[in-house]
């Protein structure tokens, strides 16, 4: 995380920064108001502001927002006066930090406050194999599309990727192509010149600059106005990028990332999405499944939640009741990961018993969550099966496991020695030889049998 310190560097505010490195934060500094805005405006980027509370917080966040720049504020004092941390929260600051700080509480806040504190969690097969793909082409440089639908954990998987990159050292920068106007977005992506426009007051590096070395998250990319397109289009060829008023291009060092929870492919017949861009961006698409068809990661990410939002909330950790495992498997989580964070955080300050029962696991709306039918049955037993299976194999060594895996598969081939190793993806031979190791211990093996019999031996 890149956070700006804003204010006289000294006393406490030094030691805050010297914890906050050592809970992994890339640090820079600057003295005042002014020379916060100049930084980010230059390019230098940052997750979050730490703020001397002296100092005029609302102007700040003014200047910033004037010129469309997203970083929040935690501010910070010594001895912490109650009207003036009062004063800055009103002022826009997430947060108040008292000085002398404590360790676990600058963690704690940097982690709450730039949000990058999202731990991949799976369980379930099918989001495995996404994770897989994942780790496969992270190194390269290639351009990712990473498709889902809403709150499947798009940008999740997006860090991921940039975290085991090789520049992962390098900023990570993500632009939300819906959440900015058209007329806006190409100044926000490829930057300005002074006096380019109405309000330009200034130079402004966009984000292509701002990721230069590192990754640039083109969120939601189905949004981009067809216009603007076609200069991505240019920059991800090119590698170089015109801001709005310049005279001569930039060079730039990025890798692109994008998602859409759309068909691209339908709106590219729909003649809203470029062709050449999606093969451009499409180099390798990661498709996060919604959270339905993955049953095992449920319970997973339900208690990764409630252990959260507990300790967000200076509240006990509860485990989740069993009954309550079985009706959160069961929903069908429309708003997947996003949705089911959110009712696991009720869940928790809803709960009064030494466990989160599912009476405490509510809709948005307040009403419990519904019944399981018929459909929803199937992903409530997928995932009992798989809980079954996970304790099946849990305390047992890789050769015991590999050992049932091969008679269990010999079994279900009637004894079809050259069936079972297809299935299996092992030679004949090696296959023979591991039957035999098993003989000679003693171990029952199913014999040649039934229709398959004779050519099986």
């Not at 949004?223 to 709005?244: G, H, P, S, W, Y």
């Not at 509860?318 to 089911?340: C, D, F, M, Q, Y």
């Amino acid at each position: 995380m890149r956070l700006l310190v804003v204010g006289q560097l000294n006393g406490q505010l030094s030691t805050a920064v010297k914890m906050a490195m050592s809970a992994g934060a890339k640090v820079s500094h600057v003295d005042s108001i002014a020379a916060a805005t100049h930084a980010l405006r230059a390019g230098q980027g940052a997750d979050l502001l730490l703020v001397d509370y002296e100092l005029d917080i609302a102007g700040l966040i003014a200047a910033n927002e004037a010129e469309r720049i997203s970083a929040p504020v935690v501010a910070c004092g010594v001895a912490a006066d109650p009207k003036k941390a009062a004063d800055a929260i009103r002022a826009g600051a997430k947060e108040f930090i008292p000085l002398p700080p404590e360790a676990e509480l600058i963690a704690a806040v940097l982690a709450a406050v730039s949000d990058e504190n999202r731990p991949m969690v799976v369980r379930d097969g099918a989001m495995q194999a996404v994770i897989d793909l994942a780790d496969q082409v992270a190194p390269s440089d290639a351009s990712i599309l990473i498709t889902g639908e809403s709150g499947v954990g798009k940008e999740v998987i997006a860090r991921y990727v940039h975290q085991k990159s090789r520049r992962a050292s390098k900023p990570f920068i993500s632009v939300n192509c819906a959440a900015i106007p058209d007329n806006l977005l190409e100044s926000e992506l490829f930057g300005h010149e002074k006096g380019a426009f109405t309000g330009a007051v200034a130079r402004r590096i966009g984000k292509f600059e701002e990721a230069n070395g590192g990754t640039l998250l083109l969120d939601e990319i189905s949004e981009m106005d067809a216009r603007l397109q076609a200069k991505l289009l240019r920059a991800i060829q090119e590698r170089e990028i015109d801001r709005v008023g310049g005279t001569k291009p930039v060079k730039v060092d990025i890798r692109i990332l994008a998602t859409s929870n759309r068909d691209l492919a339908q709106a590219v017949k729909e003649g809203t999405f470029r062709e050449d861009l999606l093969y451009r961006l499409n180099v390798v698409n990661l498709r996060l499944p919604p959270l339905r068809e993955r049953p095992g990661d449920v319970v997973a990410l339900a208690e990764h939640f409630a252990k959260k939002y507990a300790a967000a909330n200076g509240l006990p950790n509860k485990p989740i009741a069993e009954t309550a495992k079985r009706r959160l498997a069961s929903h069908s989580w429309p708003g997947n990961v996003r949705e089911l964070e959110n009712a696991i955080h009720r869940a928790v300050l809803l709960s009064t018993g030494a466990e989160v029962q599912e009476d405490a696991i509510r809709l948005p709306d307040g009403q419990p969550l519904a019944s399981p039918d018929a459909s929803t049955r199937a992903a409530q037993a997928a995932y009992q099966a798989a809980e079954s299976a996970n304790r099946a194999f849990v305390g047992q060594t890789v050769a015991q496991m590999e050992q049932q895996l091969i008679l269990d598969t010999l079994s279900h081939c009637l004894g079809n020695r050259t069936h079972a190793a297809t299935i299996l993806g092992i030679s004949i031979r090696t296959l023979r030889n591991k039957l035999k190791e098993y003989s000679d211990a003693g171990v029952a093996v199913p014999p040649p049998q039934g229709s398959f019999g004779a050519s099986a031996a």
